[in-house]
């Protein structure tokens, strides 16, 4: 292990659990570059203007080097192997050995400047989503900048003006360079280090992925049905929590580069929309949520006081996003009678079993044969069971003794007793049902006799539809 300190002086070697050192060019700065997918802890920064960091969830932070007053950074774009979850490996592009690529962090006011090397198959560039920027510092391949050749280094140079939230990706090839897993994050920290001063700073991006079970290789042409949706490339269970300290202010960033929107629900809690990769929100246009919809293309920043002790839940709130590897045709056979059909399958294929007449809750108890490299839909488990979830889910696991910048795993919340919702053993009453349930919009289905329906058709709107 190699200290920080040895890292900016110019030593080539360990940075960090997983992360290792790719030298380039005697001018350029270090490439270093990350192997694990666990969250690492927040980079302290060695030099240059205080911040208070962020931690990237399943993610890390890139180092720099400070070269006369300029903060210099090297990233690699480059095919990488990115583990979504335990049993599951995507074959992705990326930077630095992992998609997404690592946060860079800087203050504002900061001049920065990052060698971009290619070392992917095709041309490439990066745009700096959100930054205000010369034009052609903005990297749009063909509009301010030719495309990065294979094999070549290009240099970014701009100020870092306003503080806040923003990301990286291509402008080029971007269908499948997207699709492959090109993204980033970006944080530009306050001068002020007690403006907008909270105690934990979560950062991710959420991505999408459409990979057939038993391969390693996203399709890039899908445009709708995807059936992996990540929190920084993992899925559930293979996604960290967020541990944090019961009474901490807390801050979670996220950015959305997959196809559709999503809406992102924490449970326990209520926030606030404190940021936008516009920049901050001003306090008088707040106000309580514990929902917030994040759109293409964009980032939102959620504040918390941490109040209540309790592992709670932190999920897309589109119930197939919180699924893994799902099949998109398979009917629903909830209600049907398999026996007499089983019963001849059976007897065509000795390992046939019935799924589906009573909702899709069994098929996470099978443990049935699935292809290598591939997941179940619900393969996650809590001290009570089953999660029954997937795809974009984690926790917020709030504890009294979570020392201040202790970001490891408490394990699962030890309830007090009585607080947890139990089984009622006493008798039970027979349920009432009224014979003119729903009235006449929607007459009972025990009602007799025929049911008349009047049909008046409304005048003097010809023409509409």
Known sequence: MVSRRDFFTGAAALVGAGMVSRVGAASLPEAPIMEGAATQAPLIPPNGRPYNPVVTLN???????????????????????????????????????????????????????????????????????????????????????????PGKTFVYEFVAKRPGTFMYHPHADE???????????????????????????????????????????????????????????????????????????VRIRFGNLTMTNHPIHLHGHEFFVTGTDGGWTRPESR????????????????????????????????????????????????G????????????????YMVMGERGMADMGEMEMPIPDNTLPMMGGQGPFGGVEMGGMFTVV????????????????????????????TGETPVPVRSGSAGGQSMPSANSTGNIEMTVRKPTGHGGHH
């Open 336 to 351: 049907a009678d398999h026996r007499g059909v089983a019963q001849k399958i059976s007897k065509l294929v000795p390992d």
């Open 59 to 149: 993610g890390w932070s890139l180092p720099w080097r400070m070269n006369n007053g300029i903060k210099e950074f090297h990233l690699v774009a480059e095919p990488v192997v990115r583990e979504l979850a335990p049993g599951m490996k995507a074959n992705l592009w990326g930077y630095n050995g992992q998609s997404p690529g690592p946060t860079i962090e800087v203050v504002e006011g900061d001049r920065v400047r990052i060698f971009v090397t290619n070392k992917l198959p095709e041309h490439t560039s990066v745009h700096w989503h959100g930054q205000r920027l010369p034009n052609g510092m903005d990297g749009v391949t063909g509009l301010t900048q030719p495309g990065i050749k």
């Open 175 to 249: 269908m499948t360079q997207m699709a492959m897993g090109m993204m980033g994050f970006w944080v530009t920290h306050p001068k002020n280090r007690d403006f907008m001063k909270v105690d934990r700073d979560f950062v991710f991006l959420l991505s999408n992925y459409d990979i057939e079970p038993g391969s390693f290789t996203p399709k890039v042409n899908t445009m709708l049905d995807f059936n992996l949706f990540t929190f920084n490339s993992r899925v559930f269970p293979g996604i960290d929590s967020m541990n944090v300290r019961q009474g901490d202010k």
């Open 287 to 334: 106000w309580p949520e514990v929902t917030t919809d994040v759109a293409v293309g964009q980032m939102r920043a959620i504040e918390f006081e941490a109040t209540d002790l309790g592992d709670w839940a932190f999920h897309c709130h589109k119930s197939h996003h919180t699924m893994n590897a799902m099949g998109h045709n398979v009917p629903t056979m909830i």
């Open 397 to 424: 696991k709030v504890r009294k003794d979570q020392k201040p910048g202790d970001y490891t795993d408490p394990g699962w919340y030890k309830h007090p007793t009585g607080t947890v919702a139990y089984e009622w």
